[in-house]
């Protein structure tokens, strides 16, 4: 493991690969369900209901999703109990920052109209083992139906700890997509992130708001005015400003290898056939990443030569 001076050892990990364990959200907090081999899954207890806006949707996945955030949602699908009508889970394929994270895998496809990814997927934590899959192939059916013929699913294996240890998201693999015979692209491109104290990432879109000042960039701003960043003055230079704030609101940088990307065809069997996936399909990764590479002091002069080590790896 590489040893830098000055720098907090935290590594925040990557979660091991095989598990029974399903990752489910209550109230923002991790819950698992331990699948049973007994446990038996009744499909007929269940409806997929696509959902007209971003209301219900939102609501649930901000109450419940550990990143208290919602994407740029295209199609939004609840799950339901067929007797109660109560609202168990909800899925949301979206449009990615940029339309080239759909392109490069799926060329041949309009992003947001035949291509998509699936952005949120959040379950409570009481349903059963195979939920999951039950319910995000019912989603693709239904996507399928409207002439939706590529989705992009990615899953990110790091772990994400507070100061204190406590473990906000413990990353995962994308056993469900393997489940659901995705085929498996390879990793995203390794990044460094950052990190608020309370585990929020703040993502490049929302920081590139700030020294552009764009549309949003308020909200951006007070996110780290939130962890002890003072607002920006009148003529201030944004770029300057995100800076100073980043070190102020104890923003942590880590280094991210990439998520895992599963590229799945809809559409009848010649339909799929005749979607373009560019990529050589791999095997499903089995194995456990080395540690992510974290930098406490974001703004300590070696922490570039952290990040170029961390490529290596």
């Not at 720098?7 to 819950?31: F, H, I, Y």
């Not at 204190?164 to 659901?180: C, E, I, R």
């Not at 990529?279 to 456990?288: D, E, G, N, S």
Request: proline share 6%; charged share 25%; glycine share 8%.
């Amino acid at each position: 493991m590489l040893a830098v001076d000055s720098l907090k050892d935290v590594r925040p990990g990557e979660m091991p690969t095989v598990s029974r364990r399903c990752q489910r959200w209550n109230g923002r907090r991790l819950a698992w369900h331990l699948a049973d081999p007994a446990e038996r899954f009744d499909a007929g207890r269940y409806e997929v209901r696509e959902l007209a806006d971003d209301t219900t949707p939102k609501a649930y996945i901000v109450r419940h999703h550990y990143s208290g955030s919602f994407p740029n949602a295209l199609r939004r699908f609840g799950l339901y109990h067929r007797l109660s009508g109560r609202l168990v889970g909800v899925a949301v394929f979206s449009l990615p920052v940029t339309g080239s994270v759909l392109t490069c895998v799926l060329p041949d496809l309009a992003p947001g109209v035949e291509s998509m990814e699936l952005g949120r997927l959040v379950l409570d934590e009481a349903e059963p083992g195979n939920t999951e899959s039950w319910f995000v192939a019912r989603c693709h059916e239904q996507l399928a139906a409207v002439g939706v013929r590529g989705v992009l699913s990615c899953a990110d294996p790091v772990r994400r700890m507070l100061g204190d240890g406590t473990v906000t998201a413990p990353g995962h693999v994308g056993f469900l997509y393997q489940a659901l015979n995705g085929v498996y692209a390879g990793r995203t491109t390794a990044r460094t992130l950052w990190m608020l104290p309370d585990g929020t990432i703040v993502s490049d879109k929302a920081k590139q708001k700030i020294r552009d000042q764009d549309q949003g960039h308020d909200y951006a701003e007070r996110l780290l005015i939130r962890w002890g960043a003072r607002p920006m003055r009148a003529g201030e230079n944004p770029k300057q400003w995100l800076k100073q704030a980043g070190h102020d609101a104890k923003v942590t940088l880590f280094r991210h290898h990439g998520c895992h990307r599963y590229v799945f065809t809809l559409g009848s069997r010649t339909e799929r056939r005749n979607v373009h996936v560019r990529t050589t399909p791999l095997r499903y990764p089995k194995a456990a990443d080395p540690d992510a590479l974290v930098a406490a002091d974001i703004w300590g002069p070696q922490f570039t030569a952290l990040c170029a080590a961390a490529t290596t790896i």
